[in-house]
């Protein structure tokens, strides 16, 4: 191996040549101040810990200088002034003032029925809610067969003869808030993410319900829903 001496090149390559760093910005004032407090535009000013990052940080130039405003997101409010806490079953809202109240969220349940349906057969109705809003929680089927929930009439009528396990239309607003088929026993299904609302104007308390027998002879299907209601 060649001593470093030889190696350790003493002329630039072929092309490339040095140049002179460009001249440091001059030393201003800050705006608005007359006095001998400079800064530094060749420094990144050091933050406290705060909730800054590259994507809530903004700076803005001026007069075509470097960077002399920044705008910081809030600081996160640690403190014990107020906040909503939401517990299992209930949820409890405090302020600053002191008051305090708390809403206590029951589960309840409705249950859809059809008599008499032929193989294949659907039966459309109108199930009575506590509340125009809520969250549906798990369904119960006494027999083969498939429901359907809506948020007005007119999406379950138009929807009717969609066949089963079919896609729904791309980007229609069907209002169809679930469509569950119990096929496999024990016919009961649980959501984890999904609320519905009526859509009626005025908004009621109703939910449209299609039942279609799924089985292979004359049956009476019932669906039983468990929800929880959020807005009366």
Not at 36 to 61: E, H, V, W
Not at 137 to 152: D, K, Q, W
Request: hydrophobic fraction near 35%; glycine fraction near 8%; charge should be neutral.
């Amino acid at each position: 191996m060649p001593p470093l001496n030889e190696t350790l090149r003493k002329d630039s390559p072929p092309g490339y040549e040095p140049v002179t760093a460009p001249a440091r910005p001059p030393i201003a004032a800050l705006p608005g101040l007359n006095n001998n407090f400079k800064n530094n535009p060749c420094i990144r000013t050091p933050l406290p810990p705060i909730n800054a990052g590259p994507d809530t940080l903004r700076q803005f130039n001026q007069d075509g200088m470097v960077p002399m405003r920044r705008v910081l997101p809030l600081p996160v409010n640690n403190g014990v002034s107020g906040g909503v806490t939401n517990i299992y079953g209930s949820s409890t809202s405090s302020g600053g003032g002191g008051g305090s109240s708390t809403t206590t969220l029951t589960p309840k349940t409705v249950t859809a029925r059809a008599t008499g349906l032929a193989p294949g057969a659907s039966f459309r109705q109108t199930v009575a809610m506590s509340s125009m809003s809520f969250q549906l929680l798990s369904a119960v089927a006494s027999s083969p067969c498939e429901i359907r929930m809506y948020g007005t009439v007119a999406a379950m009528t138009n929807d009717a003869s969609r066949a089963t396990d079919a896609p729904l239309a791309a980007e229609v607003a069907n209002n169809l808030i679930s469509d569950v088929i119990f096929d496999t026993v024990p016919y009961a299904w649980a959501w984890q993410n999904r609320i519905g609302a009526n859509q009626d104007s005025p908004q009621a308390n109703n939910l449209y319900v299609s039942i279609k027998n799924l089985s292979g002879s004359t049956a009476s299907p019932s669906v039983t829903i468990t929800f929880l209601p959020l807005e009366t």
